[in-house]
């Protein structure tokens, strides 16, 4: 069966350390997207990808970056990470270009920065 | 900008009760989608909405668009154990294709 993954699925790090969480999909969707959930604001699109090679910044993509070089991965970096991004990611894909297509997302990544 | 307003935030009741959760805006929307999400893992969808006025059904929820397109509601019938969890509202955001905003969620439990 086709599934999304993520890992590692906790993370413990420190201030000013990069980071990087990694999303594998098997559905073969060209749209990818990165979110991350913290209590009282739902969940907030960090980065997207429309296909390889195209990458997108979100609402909240300060501090990050993504590279899409295949269709299955896309990895989220921390370049320095700041205790403020200590959160939950969720790693999203879909496969049309309608805005109203399903987003089947991963189990989620549990990031501390101490 | 952008918001959805999802309300009651918590809500606790009892096997067999009734209840409905509410998801609002002041912007109109193309579509609204509601998704459930349990401890551990990522949200699930279980409807798209994209009819003012549309009502929709799966077994016992329903789900409503208003007709105006600024709300939803999602009402639960008979709520079992397994209905808990969090419910979360999301909309297509504006500026490209496939993009989501979610509500912040009401999140259910539903005791025995």
């Known amino acids: 069966d086709a599934e999304i993954t993520q890992s590692p699925r906790h993370k413990i790090t420190e201030t000013g350390r990069q980071v990087t969480l990694a999303c594998h999909q098997t559905?073969?969707?060209?749209?990818m997207f990165w979110y991350r959930q913290d209590l009282g604001h739902g969940l907030r699109l960090i980065h997207y990808?429309?296909?390889?090679?195209?990458?997108n910044k979100g609402e909240v993509s300060d501090g990050y970056s993504v590279s899409r070089s295949n269709t299955e991965d896309l990895p989220l970096t921390l370049e320095s990470a700041a205790s403020s991004q200590t959160s939950v990611y969720f790693c999203?894909?879909?496969?049309?270009?309608?805005?109203?297509?399903?987003?089947?997302f991963g189990p989620g990544t549990r990031l501390t920065v101490l | 900008t952008q918001l959805l307003e999802q309300s009651p935030q918590f809500l606790s009741i009892q096997e067999g009760e009734n209840l409905t959760v509410y998801c609002n805006s002041s912007s109109v929307f193309s579509s609204l989608q509601w998704y459930r999400q349990e401890p551990g893992e990522g949200p699930v969808l279980l409807v798209t909405v994209v009819t003012g006025g549309e009502v929709k059904k799966l077994k016992r929820l329903t789900f409503q668009f208003g007709d105006a397109r600024k709300d939803s509601s999602l009402h639960i019938t008979a709520a079992q154990t397994g209905d808990t969890g969090l419910y979360l509202c999301a909309g297509p955001l504006s500026g490209g294709y496939n993009k989501l905003i979610f509500g912040a969620g009401t999140r259910l439990a539903v005791h025995p």
């Open positions: 990808s429309y296909g390889v090679q195209d990458t």
């Open positions: 999203a894909s879909s496969e049309y270009q309608g805005e109203a297509d399903t987003q089947y």
């Open positions: 559905w073969n969707h060209n749209n």
